[in-house]
């Protein structure tokens, strides 16, 4: 698989029509398409003012001087670009299932958690440089393994495929301690999207207070979860060894109905409490099963929770 073939051309062709669901007004730096907090020079009126001398006096109304005799000119509403900072877990964990190296984009490519997050992240992505929204991408494990500078426009697209592409799997996933790195925290405004599995060796105290920094850093933060199959739903019986797969430490199991339901409320219990702590932040969490398609996870799950839009 190559990067041209992270998204298949007529999937790209469907994301056009989409945009982020940001709902915040931004405060970008560059003009844009999307709404912001402060008056500009956008086509949506705002509201009328007294007129001042060096006031612009193609925005005096004429009409409203002739009612009432006071002079007054138009305000309108300042359109500015939206800062998305796309955050994928590459830490060993996430490099389970299916094949990396399959490029079919269909479902039975997608079992591969690593790059069902890659191609999750490409969509958004290309959907935000479609609309005029910058981006900047980070692959991470314990620390941040690459990051991308940031891009604007559409004819950038191949620079994001190409650094998702080639962001390799390894090493222990740590979400905090990677963001604790300098420079690691988006230094604008904006939305910030991080798509892992979410099995991390930190504690939920640390990741809440990850989180918290990210709030407090005027992000708009989704939680992407990205699990397989067979960690939703495992299919395993009789005596096995587990292997952790980012600390290569193993346990003797006997796996029994008793053991997978145990584990089924276990995972429940952590889902919902990665969810409480994102609810308390005001943050979005969502969780997608490796064995969807794109469309299923777009156009389904992200579409519903408002996160795209169309």
Not at 27 to 51: I, N, P, V
Not at 246 to 263: C, D, F, H, M, P
Not at 267 to 276: A, F, G, I, V
Request: net charge neutral; hydrophobic share 40%.
């Amino acid at each position: 698989m190559t990067s041209a073939h992270l998204l298949p051309p007529d999937w790209m062709v469907r994301l056009e029509r989409l945009a982020l669901g940001s709902g915040r007004r931004v405060a970008g730096t560059l003009q844009g398409k999307r709404r912001s907090s402060r008056l500009g020079s956008s086509l949506e009126f705002a509201d009328y003012r007294s007129y001042a001398p060096g006031d612009d006096i193609r925005r005096f109304d004429w009409g409203v001087y002739s009612r009432t005799g006071k002079p007054f000119v138009r305000q309108f509403m300042d359109e500015q670009e939206l800062m998305v900072s796309l955050y994928v877990d590459c830490s060993a964990s996430m490099d389970f299932g299916g094949s990396l190296s399959d490029g079919k984009p269909g479902r039975e490519a997608a079992v591969n958690k690593l790059l069902f997050a890659k191609r999750l992240a490409a969509s958004i992505g290309y959907i935000a440089l479609c609309s005029y929204e910058r981006v900047g991408a980070y692959c991470y494990s314990d620390r941040l393994d690459g990051r991308l500078p940031v891009l604007r426009g559409r004819g950038s697209t191949m620079r994001l495929f190409q650094f998702l592409h080639d962001a390799p799997p390894g090493g222990e996933g740590s979400l905090s301690s990677a963001l604790g790195e300098p420079g690691a925290m988006p230094r604008l405004p904006g939305m910030t999207w991080i798509f892992s599995d979410f099995w991390l060796g930190e504690g939920e105290s640390a990741m809440g207070s990850i989180l918290s920094r990210l709030a407090g850093a005027r992000q708009e933060v989704v939680l992407v979860q990205v699990l397989s199959p067979e960690e939703i739903n495992p299919d395993l019986s009789g005596d096995l060894r587990l292997v952790d797969s980012e600390l290569n430490t193993g346990k003797e199991v006997a796996i029994t109905g008793r053991v997978l339901q145990s584990y089924r409320d276990e995972l429940e219990h952590y889902q919902n409490e990665l969810r409480k702590i994102a609810s308390e932040r005001g943050i979005s969490f969502v969780t997608l099963s490796s064995d969807m398609t794109l469309q299923e996870a777009v156009f389904g799950v992200l579409a519903g929770a408002g996160l795209v839009r169309v």
